[in-house]
């Protein structure tokens, strides 16, 4: 069965430091997402891309983030210079959304990111 | 736009008790709603989900949930709790975007 998959599980990064959480979406999938899940909180919606550009973001996803779709397959999320409160799990997510407006997304396992 | 209110931030149930977990939606059409369930420090992993059709829906691990549009709910029910059923859960709905509950953490006494 077709997954999306996220590399690394976990990673450290010292405060300042940029970052790169990677992932690889279902290979039909058009829409590619990520979340946020800070520690004992609910899981936030930061991005989401299509067509190679930005379709919609929260206001979490400032000028410290970006996302890129390098090649075919990858999907990345970079943070140029990590805080500690972006210390959290980040989920990739991929979906092939319907014209309704309705999707089922698929997720990743998640990276865990800690920044000291 | 779309929202998803968990209304309970726990609940405690007796292993081998029923579960009910209560999940509210906001959405004008059908909405695509899930069940997600979360082990410490883990991933997502789906329960069930709903698009359209039956509105019982049966899902993996024994978990059930049913739509009610009249009530604009989405509840998780279990028939027996088990002890490794202790986790979070979050109900979801998908527009072009997955929207999340806030979470029910589940504990189960012996």
């Known amino acids: 069965e077709p997954e999306v998959t996220q590399t690394p599980s976990h990673q450290v990064t010292q405060m300042g430091q940029e970052v790169i959480l990677r992932c690889v979406p279902i290979?039909?999938?058009?829409?590619f997402y990520w979340y946020r899940q800070i520690l004992g909180q609910k899981v936030e919606f930061l991005v989401s891309?299509?067509?190679?550009?930005?379709?919609?973001k929260s206001e979490i996803f400032d000028d410290q983030f970006s996302v890129e779709r390098p090649d075919g397959s990858n999907f990345t999320l970079k943070i140029r210079s990590t805080k500690l409160e972006d210390s959290a799990m980040y989920f990739c997510a991929s979906s092939a959304p319907r014209m309704t407006g309705n999707t089922e997304a698929f997720f990743g396992q998640g990276t865990r990111l800690t920044v000291v | 736009a779309q929202s998803v209110t968990q209304p309970d931030i726990h609940i405690t149930v007796s292993e081998g008790a029923s579960l009910e977990l209560r999940c509210n939606y906001s959405y004008g059409a059908t909405p695509y709603l899930f069940w997600y369930v979360q082990s410490p420090g883990q991933g997502l992993q789906l329960l069930l989900k709903y698009f359209s059709g039956d509105t019982l829906v049966q899902g993996i691990k024994g978990f059930e949930a049913e739509f009610k549009r009249s009530q604009s709910s989405f509840n998780l029910r279990k028939p027996s709790v088990h002890w490794s059923d202790a986790a979070e859960y979050f109900c979801a709905t998908g527009g072009f975007k997955t929207i999340f509950g806030a979470g029910t953490r589940l504990f189960v006494k012996a």
């Open positions: 891309f299509y067509n190679n550009e930005i379709s919609e």
């Open positions: 290979s039909n999938h058009l829409y």
